[in-house]
């Protein structure tokens, strides 16, 4: 049975007022979140260009991954009293959850991108705009596994998960949609997870540590899986280190879709990872804030799933548009677009 989703009807106004809002980005020094800024920051453009002048401005806060600072940056931006929206991940779930009663209490409409809040912190919180980190990170290690049963590579095959940011929202969901795919197969006898670790801030160094390690206990390692691009990177090093060639002697599959990870796609070094669509979360948190703050819209669902591609050696070349925002195609099912909403 289709269900019929009915949006509701959003005012059209003559003039909107200034908006800032105050956006945050999980770690500046990883290339994915440098991709959210430049997604926020488009947003805002674009909306100005559509007035002829600066209604939206966007202030970005970088959380390091930690949630003491994210807290702190918090609190100076309801005590700044000039913003009038907060577009942010939820650095890690349940700590993050007494700062967001504070933007609630001090009336700064909130909506998350990319990393959810704790579900007892959803209620300061106006919706969120989010991958499926379950579905996505299934299609990854299914993917992974397709491309070990190409290699002709012997059974049971031996496999290292690195998993990202404990606690993280995404981080905790993409380690679900692992072993969707790897349990049955351990089940089966067909796979034997040899280690699998957490990993904070996500970071490439430490996952490069941690496949040097596993490669001195299990040299025929066939596999790992990680849960972002920059750890993949690092297990990439770590093979080359062993003499090994990733890729090949050992498959790799990562998440995110950086430009370093696609390159070393075109490479054959890393086999699979997914294109996470980082600029249009960003994008479209923005603009979904302006839209709020301006006309009272909300979405017909709590949370706006973002799009995602698999990436492999075949598509590699031309499955960057899919991922450039404004994508209005997709966003048109949850809520008017710019010209829509604010008809020249």
């Known amino acids: 049975m289709t ?10 106004i003559a003039k909107p007022k200034k908006l800032n809002v ?24 674009d909306i100005n260009d559509h007035f002829g002048e600066e209604l939206c401005t966007v202030t970005t806060f970088d959380a390091k991954d930690d949630p ?11 005590g700044a009293g000039i913003y009038g929206a907060a577009v942010l991940p939820a650095v890690v779930a349940e700590a993050m959850v007494p700062a967001f009663k504070k933007l609630y209490d001090a009336k700064i409409p909130t909506i998350t991108y990319d990393r959810e809040i704790a579900p007892e912190g959803r209620k300061y919180r106006l919706f969120c705009i989010i991958t499926n980190n379950v579905e996505a990170a299934a299609l990854e290690t299914e993917a992974l596994i397709k491309e070990l049963e190409k290699s002709g590579k012997p059974k049971p095959w031996k496999i290292a998960v690195n998993c990202g940011h404990p606690g993280a929202s995404s981080a ?25 670790q957490y990993h904070e801030g996500w970071k ?23 849960s972002n691009d920059d750890m993949a990177l690092g297990s990439i090093a770590a093979i080359e280190g062993a003499g090994l060639r990733p890729g090949v002697d050992v498959l790799v599959a990562g998440f995110d879709a950086i430009s370093e990870a696609v390159e070393a796609v075109r490479k054959g070094k890393l086999n699979v990872t997914i294109a996470q669509a980082a600029k249009i979360m960003a994008y479209w948190g923005v603009y979904s804030a302006f839209l709020h703050v301006n006309t009272g819209w909300m979405p017909p669902v709590e949370t706006i799933p973002s ?5 492999t050696k075949e598509n590699v070349e031309t499955f960057a548009p899919l991922m450039e925002p404004p994508r209005w195609d997709l966003w048109k099912k949850y809520g008017p677009t710019l010209t829509e909403a604010f008809p020249k």
């Open 3 to 12: 269900k019929t989703v009915t949006l509701t009807p959003t005012p059209t």
């Open 22 to 45: 105050a956006f945050w980005v999980g770690n500046l020094a990883s290339p994915y979140w440098i991709s959210c800024k430049d997604g926020a920051e488009k947003a805002a453009k």
């Open 68 to 78: 003491a600072t994210q807290t702190s940056q918090i609190e100076s931006v309801i």
């Open 172 to 196: 905790e969901d993409r380690r679900t949609g692992h072993h969707l795919i790897l349990d049955p197969l351990v089940k089966k006898g067909d796979v034997i997870i040899v280690n699998e």
């Open 204 to 226: 490439r160094e430490l996952a490069r540590a941690t496949i040097e390690g596993v490669l001195a206990r299990h040299p025929d390692l066939a596999a790992v899986v990680c």
């Open 307 to 311: 799009p995602v591609v698999l990436v």
